[in-house]
T-cell receptor, first 111, second 112 residues
Framework: DADVTQTPRNRITKTGKRIMLECSQT?????MYWYRQDPGLGLQLIYY???????NKGEISDGYSVSRQAQAKFSLSLESAIPNQTALYFC??????????FGPGTRLTVL | GESVGLHLPTLSVQEGDNSIINCAYS??????FIWYKQESGKGPQFIID?????DKRQGQRVTVLLNKTVKHLSLQIAATQPGDSAVYFC???????????FGGGTRLMVKP
């Protein structure tokens, strides 16, 4: 079984809709992250959480929100989706050493 | 601004040859570096890491070299195989926050 899972794996939605992407991990890590990847580009950090009571904005948090429901669960919401949020979204967890483990990704298309 | 970047966006090598993927970083305070491999449609997978107190680290068919003098990181893949075809990212970590900054990636294409 995968250590970091994401649901859904693919989603097509319309402009203005609210979307939630979910991430679960069985690695027992306290630290979780959400990244966005645009075609041909690297990963940009949206939000991160070092424990259940700790939420921090990353470099591109505008238009997104997160919820850390439990140590193992970290969800990303787009309150009102827009077409330029079409991208691949990755969840990751990390040890204190810094090594991050990534989920399989969610491909989101906003029409 | 300070960033992690890559010299070559695409690298094409013959199967069986060695591959070298390069990465330049500009923040001398970075203390930890990671190489990830990302295959099409998948999330990044950890390949190898190195701390700033080391110059070289070897794994299975892969070696990472760190040159702090010129702020350069490289990933060497020995006897490159078709399964090595992917995009490779380097990432750096600065300080205790565990935040990684990723480079733009290099696509490795292996010719049969």
């Amino acid at each position: 079984d995968a250590d970091v899972t994401q649901t859904p794996r693919n989603r097509i939605t319309k402009t203005g809709k609210r979307i939630m992407l979910e991430c679960s991990q069985t690695k027992g890590h306290d630290r979780m992250y959400w990244y966005r990847q645009d075609p041909g580009l690297g990963l940009q950090l949206i939000y991160y959480s070092f424990d259940v009571k700790d939420i921090n904005k990353g470099e591109i948090s505008d238009g997104y929100s997160v919820s850390r429901q439990a140590q193992a669960k970290f969800s990303l919401s787009l309150e009102s989706a827009i077409p330029n949020q079409t991208a691949l979204y990755f969840c990751a967890t990390s040890e204190r050493t810094g090594r991050q483990f990534f989920g399989p990704g969610t491909r989101l298309t906003v029409l | 601004g300070e960033s992690v970047g890559l010299h070559l966006p695409t690298l094409s090598v013959q199967e069986g040859d060695n591959s070298i993927i390069n990465c330049a970083y500009s923040n001398s305070a970075s203390d930890y570096f990671i190489w990830y491999k990302q295959e099409s449609g998948k999330g990044p997978q950890f390949i190898i890491d190195i701390r700033s107190n080391m110059d070289k680290r070897q794994g299975q068919r892969v070696t990472v070299l760190l040159n702090k003098t010129v702020k350069h990181l490289s990933l060497q893949i020995a006897a490159t195989q078709p399964g090595d075809s992917a995009v490779y990212f380097c990432a750096e970590k600065r300080g205790a926050g565990n935040m990684l900054t990723f480079g733009g990636g290099t696509r490795l294409m292996v010719k049969p």
